[in-house]
Nanobody
Framework: QVQLVESGGGLVQAGGSLRLSCTASGIIFSINVMGWYRQVPGKQRELVAAITRGGSTNYADSVKGRFTISRDNAKNTVYLQMNSLKPEDTAVYYC???????????????WGQGTQVTVSS
């Protein structure tokens, strides 16, 4: 099992910045990709950004140029720096960890408890 503990999030005005952090513990050798998804009520959870152990990244088109994902392998921690936030970024953000299968699809998916990000206009 892998446990994911998130921190960060909160309320910010449009144009502002926030940073999310997520630390993994447990059987972490089984995972090689970590990232963030987000979900708003009534919609499917969507990928925001992901990063492999080797540093390859994948971003949703809607956040490219504004969000940056990074990781500290020694700390088993992934970060999401969110700049130029927009009201449409408002969602519950979930940390994700898994093992890559084909492309960016994953096996052995693990999820954090979620953290609310609210961007006011």
């Amino acid at each position: 099992q892998v446990q994911l503990v998130e921190s960060g999030g909160g309320l910010v005005q449009a144009g502002g910045s926030l940073r999310l952090s997520c630390t993994a513990s447990g059987i972490i050798f089984s995972i090689n990709v970590m990232g963030w998804y987000r979900q708003v009520p009534g919609k499917q959870r969507e990928l925001v950004a992901a990063i492999t152990r080797g540093g390859s990244t994948n971003y949703a088109d809607s956040v490219k140029g504004r969000f940056t994902i990074s990781r500290d392998n020694a700390k088993n921690t992934v970060y999401l720096q969110m700049n130029s936030l927009k009201p449409e970024d408002t969602a519950v953000y979930y940390c994700h960890a898994g093992r890559l299968a084909t492309g960016w699809s994953t096996l052995y998916d693990y999820w954090g408890q979620g953290t609310q990000v609210t961007v006011s206009s």
